[in-house]
């Protein structure tokens, strides 16, 4: 099984409408993020994770809010969804802050919003 | 603040030789990661090496090193003997913050470079 799924794969909503991504872990890694990815912008960071219930912001918060209610569990939510969030949306989660051994990556959210 | 900077989009090498990928890094932080990801085309993030800071020898994983020049704040990935599997696009990320409670792991990334090979 997968250490990170996302869902949905791809989603088509429209403009105003609020939107949540799920993020699930199998790992029980403490740390969880949510990137975007962007042409010519590379992976930027919305907002992270530092255990359940403590969350934070990113560089590009704006728009967006999350939820930790478990371990496992990393919900990405798109308050009113707007054409400049479309997107390719990801997951991370590491087990430590200092971990030489790469991050768990899910396999990515391909938002459309018309 | 934080910054990674991957000065080339795009990339060809021709299959069988090496290709250097570069990496520039900004930080005031002493302590400091630094990672390499490939992407293929079929999205999913796959981490090839990591270089500590503290590091003094650069890493290698297969055919993959990290050419890491601390004064010069570069990270360079060096891929030997390409392979048309090597096609993708990378990415070069860093991890913000020393080492204790004020580290959050989060990973800062370049924008990438897309690397083609060429048979």
């Known amino acids: 099984d997968a250490g990170i799924t996302q869902s949905p794969r791809h989603k088509v909503t429209e403009t105003g409408t609020p939107v949540t991504l799920r993020c699930h872990q199998t790992?029980?890694?403490?740390?969880m993020y949510w990137y975007r990815q962007d042409p010519g912008h590379g992976l930027r960071l919305i907002h992270y994770?530092?255990?359940?219930?403590?969350?934070d912001k990113g560089e590009v918060s704006d728009g967006y809010s999350v939820s930790r209610s478990k371990t496992e569990d990393f919900l990405l939510t798109l308050e009113s969804a707007t054409s400049s969030q479309t997107s390719v949306y990801f997951c991370a989660s590491t087990s430590s802050r200092e971990d030489e051994g790469g991050y768990t990556f899910g396999s990515g959210t391909r938002l459309t919003v018309v | 603040a934080q910054k990674i900077t991957q000065t080339q989009p795009g990339m060809f090498v021709q299959e069988k030789e090496a290709v250097t990928l570069d990496c520039t890094y900004d930080t005031s932080d002493q302590s400091y990661g630094l990672f390499w990801y490939k992407q293929p085309s079929s999205g999913e993030m796959i981490f090839l090496i990591y270089?500590?800071?503290?590091?003094?020898q650069n890493a290698t994983e297969g055919r993959y090193s990290l050419n890491f020049q601390k004064a010069r704040k570069s990270a360079n990935l060096v891929i030997s003997a390409s392979q048309l599997g090597d096609s993708a696009m990378y990415f070069c990320a860093m991890r913000e913050g020393p080492r204790g409670s004020s580290n959050t792991g989060k990973l800062i990334f370049g924008q990438g470079t897309t690397l083609q090979v060429k048979p």
């Open positions: 270089q500590g800071s503290y590091d003094e």
């Open positions: 790992e029980n890694h403490r740390y």
């Open positions: 994770s530092y255990g359940v219930k403590d969350t």
